[in-house]
């Protein structure tokens, strides 16, 4: 069965998110008491529990701003790639010694099917792998002009680097959805925690506007600022 895709419960970024749960959580600190003595399930375990949500919450809004990991794969498939295109140059001038203007000896070390190899991993692995069956046929050809079985194995060990490359990139990539909807999963928990907090603290400071304000979230998320108090008004009939 599908998975159902979580999404975020807020409309803030997740920085700006992971802010407003910081503020209202500092305010929260500073009212504990009051807290838990209109609701004791808000008492000092609680605090503590949540400090610690909060905390991983935050590392994961952090982690989630960045692809560090995918971008170092891809990084390294990039390398990869490059080095077996590389390799190819530098092998043609052999092949070409060998087999001198022979173009169907060419076409099997696969000349007509590189520049389209060149532009993906899949493709390149592919050509690698022909390169390889190729070189081990013509082995003693190549071996008469000095390229001999070692560097005939440098081709296979390119090509399996290119595949190990691919792999841990794709599988990355396959894995990232499900490692998204569980960081967000905690985010949004995180958030229906601070919602909570913040709907008790109006409750607790409804006539203290001061605190009322602290404990305010706004639609973009992000906390209330207090207003400042409106001037007394004078009495009707005086300037």
Request: aromatic share 12%.
């Amino acid at each position: 069965m599908k998975r159902q895709e979580t999404k975020r419960s807020y409309v803030a970024s997740d920085a700006e998110m992971i802010q407003t749960a910081k503020s209202i959580f500092a305010s929260f600190e500073e009212d504990k008491d009051a807290f838990s003595a209109f609701d004791p399930d808000y008492g000092g375990g609680f605090a503590e529990r949540f400090r610690t949500e909060l905390q991983e919450a935050e590392d994961i809004a952090k982690n989630m701003s960045v692809s560090a990991e995918l971008t170092g794969l891809s990084s390294d498939v990039h390398s990869a790639m490059e080095k077996c295109k590389n390799f190819f140059m530098m092998f043609k001038h052999f092949i070409e010694k060998a087999f001198p203007d022979d173009v169907p000896v060419w076409k099997e070390f696969g000349y007509d099917k590189y520049d389209y190899a060149g532009k993906y991993q899949e493709e390149m692995i592919q050509f690698m792998n022909n390169l390889y069956v190729t070189a081990q046929k013509y082995r003693e050809q190549l071996a008469a002009v000095s390229f001999n079985e070692e560097r005939i194995q440098e081709i296979n060990e390119m090509k399996r680097r290119l595949d190990e490359a691919d792999q841990h990139q794709e599988n990355l990539k396959r894995n990232r959805a499900n490692i998204t909807q569980d960081r967000l999963a905690k985010l949004n928990n995180c958030w229906s925690e601070i919602s909570e907090i913040a709907r008790l603290g109006k409750l607790i400071f409804a006539n203290d506007f001061g605190k009322y304000q602290r404990y305010v979230i706004y639609t973009n998320g992000r906390p209330g600022i207090p207003a400042p108090p409106e001037p007394p008004q004078a009495p009707q009939g005086q300037a």
